[in-house]
């Protein structure tokens, strides 16, 4: 006669050790997703180092965002916060990151990709900020007459960039905000 599945005790329930054939077979599952997860992460922060000693950061955002590992994207951005060679021109390059490490905070245990993507954040608002707000006030009031400077329209133009990238980040931190313990985000 076969046994109703509900009279078949769960292992969690059981009053018995788990035999040695069980945590052997569980700790061989467990190893081989712990080697997967840690030889894909190999592979993408190789391709990265590749990216990053070229100098191409674009390739190296493209290709991190295809590969889809957020600790990834975290590597990423805390390599671009140590760099001292970014531009205007790549701060809409930082702000996809940011906000690929902001998205996948979830977890309190992922304090270090918060911590990333907000140090990141503000060194982008420090270095740029200024230079962003005084330019883009400034496209918006001058009312130039006769030539064209195109130096001025190049820089405009790579500000209204990089303010349209900072401004999409806002629903991300709204986001965060409402929803993050406070504890976490240094409230309190």
Do not use: W, Y
């Amino acid at each position: 006669a076969a046994t109703p599945a509900a009279a078949v005790p769960s292992p969690a329930l059981s009053s018995q050790p788990p035999s040695d054939a069980r945590v052997l077979n569980l700790l061989h599952e467990s190893h081989f997703q712990v080697k997967a997860t840690l030889s894909q992460r190999a592979n993408t922060l190789n391709l990265l180092k590749g990216f990053m000693s070229k100098g191409d950061i674009r390739g190296a955002v493209t290709c991190v965002r295809r590969c889809g590992d957020s600790s990834s994207f975290c590597d990423l951005l805390s390599a671009f916060v140590t760099r001292h060679d970014l531009s205007l021109d790549m701060v809409a390059e930082v702000c996809v990151l940011i906000d690929a490490v902001l998205g996948s905070f979830c977890l309190p245990h992922q304090t270090r990709q918060l911590t990333v993507g907000l140090d990141a954040l503000a060194l982008q608002l420090g270095a740029f900020g200024g230079i962003i707000r005084d330019t883009c006030s400034v496209a918006t009031s001058i009312s130039r007459g006769g030539g064209v400077d195109v130096v001025f329209d190049d820089r405009r133009q790579r500000c209204m960039s990089a303010r349209q990238a900072l401004v999409a980040l806002v629903p991300r931190l709204r986001i965060l905000m409402l929803s993050s313990d406070p504890g976490v985000l240094g409230e309190g």
